[in-house]
């Protein structure tokens, strides 16, 4: 059972290539050069295109099932941040409420974090690089504060690289660290 993943960059350009030949004569396939995006094009991948794309004919002739998966939206980051059991914000939250800390991430602060690994080209595998250099050094910092219960992530922290909001227990609010 061989199962391969990855980004294969360059295959759509592959496929387009083939798929737009034309022929010459009546019984020739006109095919135009549409506006088709590369998740399109991917889903017709055929095993000469793989060829064509570099890999062994051996190899491919050991793929019998060609599955293509489309790009993640910004939704469905979002989604990946916030919903599975073990979501990124949920084991971020729990660590903070080791030190008796409310950590809650703002909607727009959740949109802002998708985009931004959109923008990187890294999908849900850059979520956590965000994350982590966000709360860094508020993470570090939190031991040795004092009576703070809530630390806020918004916009702010993402776009602009603003510190945090931590929220005292006393409810004044202070950002940074």
């Given amino acids: 059972l061989f ?3 990855g980004a294969f960059g360059g295959l759509d ?3 387009r290539d083939r798929s737009d030949r034309s022929g010459i004569g009546f019984g020739a396939q006109v095919v ?4 088709r995006d590369a998740n399109q094009l991917l889903a017709g991948v055929e095993p000469e295109d793989l060829i064509k794309f570099g890999l062994i004919p051996e190899f491919v002739g050991r793929l019998p099932v060609v599955a293509t998966l489309e ?8 989604r990946i941040l916030t919903e599975p059991r073990n979501a990124l914000t949920r ?3 729990k660590l903070f409420s080791m030190e008796n800390v409310e950590l809650e ?3 727009n602060a959740l949109r802002a974090i998708a985009r931004k690994a959109l923008a990187r080209k890294t999908g849900a595998r850059g979520l ?3 994350i982590e250099h966000v709360l860094l050094d508020t993470m570090f910092s939190l031991p040795s504060l004092q009576n703070v219960s809530k630390v806020v992530v918004d916009e702010g922290c993402i776009t602009a690289e603003a510190p ?6 006393d409810q004044h609010k202070v950002a940074g660290v």
Avoid: M, T
Wanted: aromatic content about 10%; charged content about 25%.
């Fill in 91 to 93: 084991q971020y939250q």
């Fill in 32 to 35: 135009s050069k549409d506006g």
């Fill in 13 to 15: 350009k592959v496929i």
């Fill in 3 to 5: 199962i391969c993943g």
């Fill in 128 to 130: 956590r690089s965000i």
């Fill in 105 to 107: 991430f703002r909607p």
């Fill in 164 to 169: 945090p909001l931590l929220i005292y227990a």
């Fill in 71 to 78: 790009e993640l939206h910004e939704d469905a980051l979002v």
